[in-house]
């Protein structure tokens, strides 16, 4: 049974293509620097919004028409599997993700839920034989359903830290008989409200302890997928404990963790704690956290997590600027943890969607090239701070200076001579190189 009837595989075609249902600028053959852009980009689909989200919305019922939703239990569940591979296939994608209760429905309790997830799994196996698509990496949801209602592993009872325990213990399982590159933990209600009724210091100590008993039995089975923290600074909790990197980073240092993860940065949650994207990205590549990506945008004038597709070319080539300078996402990928507008409900709106975003980082990988080719950035930010490669800049950055001689030495310095920062020259090179990169 076919579910895309109407779509033939997506191809290559050129900025000058008007087939709605081709690349114009996602070649996945074509090489950036010695890599081709499927092995740069590494493009994975999201199970949850491409195959489960419906349209609905705080306001509204939901408005997708997708054709799998005739069936219902474990039917539905395996009509998901025919289509998602249908789709992998046709967008020509190397990866998917999903939680667990994406693939498979919650029975009435762990063993049922478990058992569904064997019959999904087995499924999704035996189309991976025959499939290029490999899964980027699986997570266990442990937010949606009531038990969660005070977290996870930051809840206040501690059934439901075993319930999650079980959870992600079995998504470990999961991810080692599919190949999983990744194992993505994310907070999702790992935070407090207030802390009138919070004991924070044994929340955070508990988050801790579940991370470390989910390494131990990782190594115990031998699965040795890359594991993603996903930061998020609000929504659902007021306070979440995975605010940013920065807060991230510091939480996995305090419990010596830092060495057994990485993140996941999504764009959309970079700009909810305050960052820009490649903020984000930058402060991961610059301590060496840099795993994976969500690839998607949030809309600057709605101050929620609305996950759209990402079509911003600015943010695109920053961001892949980062990820180039980060020597690529190693095992990671970009995931478009994106979904359709709730008015775009067509099945071939899923297929627009993605080519919009495919193409957006294509652009944004080879401009990125270009400018670190030609090294207009770094040149910039080497200019900007020669004043610490010699004298008095170098003794502070080698450790060979103090307060004492920095106060002698300030005492004879008569007038500092300023540079402008020139920002809107920046800004206005970067412009240029957005417009050439596919001009020729």
């Not at 008007?18 to 690349?23: G, I, L, R, V, Y």
């Not at 087995?122 to 977290?151: E, Q």
């Not at 009872?157 to 079980?166: E, G, I, L, T």
């Not at 990205?281 to 945008?297: E, F, K, P, T, W």
């Amino acid at each position: 049974m076919t579910y895309f009837s109407t779509i033939k595989k997506i191809e290559f075609e050129g900025s000058s293509s008007t087939n709605p249902f081709a690349f114009k600028f996602y070649n996945p053959e074509e090489k950036i620097g010695d890599k081709t852009m499927e092995e740069i980009l590494r493009y994975g689909v999201s199970y949850w919004h491409t195959f489960r989200m419906d349209g609905s919305d705080p306001f509204g019922a939901g408005t997708m028409m997708r054709p799998w939703d005739k069936f219902s239990g474990m039917d539905l569940a395996k009509a998901r599997v025919d289509a998602s591979f249908e789709f992998y296939e046709k967008l020509d994608v190397p990866f998917f993700c999903f939680h667990d209760i994406d693939i498979a429905p919650e029975g009435a309790n762990l063993r049922e839920s478990n058992q569904n997830l064997d019959v999904i799994v087995s499924m999704i196996k035996d189309y991976m034989k025959d499939s290029k698509a490999k899964l980027l990496w699986n997570t266990a949801n442990n937010f949606t359903h009531p038990r969660f209602v005070h977290g996870a592993a930051t809840s206040s009872h501690a059934d439901v830290f075993a319930y999650s325990a079980a959870k992600v213990k079995k998504g470990l399982e999961i991810g080692k008989e599919l190949g999983a590159e990744n194992y993505v933990f994310w907070g999702g209600r790992e935070g407090y409200e207030t802390l009138l009724n919070t004991n924070m210091k044994l929340e955070l100590d508990n988050l801790a302890r579940f991370y470390t008993m989910a390494i131990d039995y990782a190594k115990e089975i031998g699965f040795d997928a890359q594991f993603l923290i996903e930061p998020k600074p609000k929504e659902p909790t007021t306070h979440q404990y995975d605010y940013d990197v920065a807060t991230a980073h510091a939480f996995l240092q305090n419990y010596g963790l830092e060495n057994h993860f990485k993140f996941n940065i999504e764009a959309n949650h970079a700009t909810l704690a305050g960052h820009t994207f490649e903020h984000e990205l930058h402060y991961a590549r610059i301590h060496n956290m840099l795993g994976s990506v969500d690839a998607n945008q949030g809309d600057p004038l709605i101050g929620w997590d609305t996950d759209e597709f990402p079509t911003d070319l600015w943010s695109t080539t920053l961001a892949m600027y980062e990820i180039l300078k980060n020597g690529g996402l190693g095992r990671g990928g970009l995931n478009f943890d994106a979904k359709v507008r709730r008015g775009s409900f067509e099945p071939e709106d899923l297929f627009h969607a993605h080519i919009a975003g495919m193409d957006a980082f294509a652009v944004g990988l080879r401009v990125a090239q270009n400018l670190i080719d030609d090294k207009v950035l770094e040149n910039i930010v080497e200019d900007r701070y020669q004043t610490f490669t010699s004298g008095v800049g170098l003794d502070i950055v080698q450790g060979k200076t103090n307060f004492r001689k920095l106060e002698a030495y300030a005492l004879g310095v008569t007038d500092i001579k300023q540079v402008s920062g020139r920002l809107e020259q920046i800004k206005a090179t970067i412009n240029q190189y957005l417009l050439k990169a596919f001009a020729d």
